[in-house]
Structure formats: C-alpha cells, structure tokens
C-alpha cells in the first residue's frame, strides 16, 4: 500500500498514516483510493505522473508546455475526465507522433469514452514498436479494447500470449477472466489451478499473495 501511494503520489497525508497508523491504515488506503481500480482495472491503469486537476477547473492545453501537458492529461484521465484528456493528448501526438505514453493515454481515454475502435487503433501504435510498454499494461489494455470492439478471440489471443511470456500471476487471472466471460469455463479453470500450483512453488512477493487471493476466489466462483 505504501509503494501505491507514493507511486501514485498520493496526499502526504496518506504516506504519514501508512506509516504511522500501520497496519489499521492499510485497508483503509485499500478501500478508499486504491479499490477505485477494481474489480479490473488495477491490471489497467498506468500511473498518475502529475497532479490532479481541480475538479470543475476549465483547463486550458495551450497554457501547459512540454511534459506538463501530458501530467495534465494524465490526471485528467486517472480522474475520469476523459472527455477533456482527449484532445490533450491529440495535442501531444500533433507535435510527437512516437510518444508512446500519449497514444496509451489516449486509449484509455477512449475506453472511458466507449470508443474502442479507435482505442484498439491507438494501442496498435504502442505495441508495434514496444510490445511490453509498461509492463505489458498496454497489451492488456488492448486486449480489453478488443474485447469491447466485439473482437473476443482476438482479445482472449492477446491475453494468452502474454501470460505464456510472463508467466506472471495477474496476467493470468486476467486470462481467466475473459475465458470466463466468453463462457470457456473449464479453460479459465484450468489456468487459474496451474497459476496457483506455480505459485505455491515459488516465493510469492506481496503482489502476488494479492493475485493469489483474487485468483482463488475465481476459482471457487467456477466450481460453484
């Protein structure tokens, strides 16, 4: 929890409770800012890079320069103000065709917004030239883009590429969800039991004791 808000740059506030009110303060943090990701999402969301912006605040893109723009138009996103990240973003890629965090930015602005043909469009431009770009969070953004655009094999391809090359436990869950959710049950459990054997034999970092336990809870789901 206390990684989580400093990547996020949480209120130094948070930061003095994770420390000082230990543990009681940890499911509160849990509960409050970083739920806001789930029940999916927190495979998604890249971090927040600059502060937020004051809701309600008509924000004006030309009065910000350089990287600011885009800390502005990611907080604006992370803040579920789509609508006004988007042409920030289109901004950005007006002056830098090749600014990866830009093109993710915009996809997920335009997965809020329910243009997922367009955001399958944007995350190509990230994967062709960097297929791993955030720790494979773009891939996995794509892979939701798919899904919403109708293309489900495609999606749940993606997913099953990913997690054969990261062997990586949320990668997987992830897997599991979507196979669920196109009705392939047996194979959602089938790699959720091989994730958590895998898991068992190694050393689980807190991380993946979190996966672990989302990944569990599925599985009683589908044998229920």
């Known amino acids: 929890m206390l990684a989580d808000a400093i990547r996020r740059r949480a209120d130094p506030l948070w930061i003095a409770a994770l420390v000082l009110l230990f543990p009681f303060s940890w499911p509160v943090y849990f509960v409050v800012v970083k739920a806001r990701d789930l029940p999916w999402g927190v495979w998604r969301r890249a971090p ?14 030309e009065s910000v320069s350089g990287d600011g723009q885009l800390a502005l138009a990611d907080s604006l996103e992370e803040r579920e103000r789509a609508a006004e990240a988007e042409p920030i973003y289109r901004a950005i890629l007006a002056r830098d ?30 994967l062709v030239r960097d297929r791993s770009f955030r720790g494979y969070s773009a891939a996995l953004d794509y892979a939701e883009a798919l899904w ?27 897997l599991a969800h979507y196979l669920t959710l196109d009705g392939r049950r047996t194979e959602a459990r089938t790699v959720l039991q091989r994730a958590l054997a895998e898991h068992r034999l190694g050393v689980g970092r807190g991380a993946d004791i979190r996966w672990a336990d989302r990944a569990t809870a599925m599985l009683a789901d589908l044998d229920a």
């Open 97 to 126: 065709p090749e600014s990866l965090p830009a093109w993710h930015g915009l996809a997920r602005a335009l997965l809020s917004l329910a243009r997922a043909r367009e955001a399958v469009e944007a995350l190509e431009q990230v």
């Open 48 to 61: 927040n890079h600059g502060q937020g912006a004051p809701e309600g605040r008509p924000w004006n893109p």
């Open 148 to 174: 919403q655009n109708g293309q489900h094999r495609d999606a749940v391809e993606v997913l099953e590429s990913v997690s054969t090359l990261t062997r990586r436990l949320n990668h997987r869950v992830a």
